[in-house]
């Protein structure tokens, strides 16, 4: 998917709760077409949908399609979304 739009309107980030140094043998292993930042606990609770309790409720793993205003445009979880996503991402760039 990150190679179907125009890098110079849209980022893809792999946001990872785990430290630099474990993510860094991980990315020598595999090839990553997006940024991976490590340490983005924080990042992910900003996005994260809340229950009533306040307790996260977020599935794994989570997409979020966030436009340059920083507004969530598109959420989902789960294996497979790769058409609702595109769809989200695609509805941005043509405005």
Same mark, same amino acid.
């Given at each position: 998917?990150?190679t179907r739009f125009?890098?110079? !309107? ?24 997006s940024q991976v ?33 920083? !507004? ?13 996503i595109e769809a ?8």
């Amino acid at each position: 998917m990150t190679t179907r739009f125009d890098r110079s !309107k849209v980022v893809f980030l792999a946001l990872s709760m785990e430290n630099e140094e474990k993510i860094t043998g991980y990315l020598k292993k595999i090839v990553v077409r997006s940024q991976v930042v490590p340490n983005s606990f924080g990042t992910v609770l900003q996005y994260a949908d809340r229950d009533r309790t306040g307790s996260l409720d977020m599935g794994f793993p989570a997409y979020f399609v966030i436009d340059q205003a920083g !507004k969530v445009q598109h959420r989902s979880s789960g294996y497979d979304k790769t058409a609702g996503i595109e769809a989200a991402i695609s509805k941005l760039v043509a405005k």
